[in-house]
């Protein structure tokens, strides 16, 4: 009997392209936590290695999130849901977490293990003009954010972040980092 003959074929195909694909699947850690933001949500960390990309998933209803972090270009970009707007910052490598222990984090939390600091914090000031072009950011971002409204926030550091009267958005991601990204954006 001649192996992939027929009937067997599509059984030899699809074997084939089980094992074909489990080669380039992205590695993930997926966590969910039902007290992230409230007894509704569950986040969920994605890890790319080999294109060095976290996503986030914050799934909470209209309160859902997404960011990605972009390792290669040092570019996030955060999509807010009820906003319908994305948000792009740049990476501070000296708060966010290297792919390797953001991985670790997550795989830690999937097992309820608590450990390490406090939580680290960013807060980010939206700037008024939306941007047009995207490409400067990479694929993957320009990608998340094609056809939605985005603007460029910066890192604001000091006292005066504190008297800030207008709107914020706040991610929590794991227990690693608070992100607070506030400003007004035109609505549609």
Known sequence: MEPCKETSQ?????????????????????????????????????????????????????????????????????RIFAKKICIVHRLNRDVLPGLQDLKKTAKEK??????????????????????????QFGTPIENMCKGLRTYKAQEVQGQSFLFFSGSCFNADILWLLNISICGETTTM
Request: some cysteine; glycine content about 8%.
């Open 110 to 135: 999937r097992a309820n293990v608590h450990t390490g600091p406090s939580p680290k914090s960013l807060q980010y000031q939206i700037e008024p003009e939306e941007l047009k072009d995207l490409t």
């Open 10 to 78: 599509i059984v030899c195909i699809g074997l084939l392209g089980l094992l074909q694909g489990s080669t380039f699947a992205d590695i993930n850690s997926n966590i969910g936590d039902g007290n992230n933001i409230s007894d509704h949500s569950a986040q969920t960390v994605t890890v790319n290695d080999n294109h060095n990309i976290a996503n986030i998933d914050n799934n909470n209803g209209w309160d859902s999130w997404n960011s990605l972090w972009d390792y290669n270009t040092g570019f996030a970009a955060t």
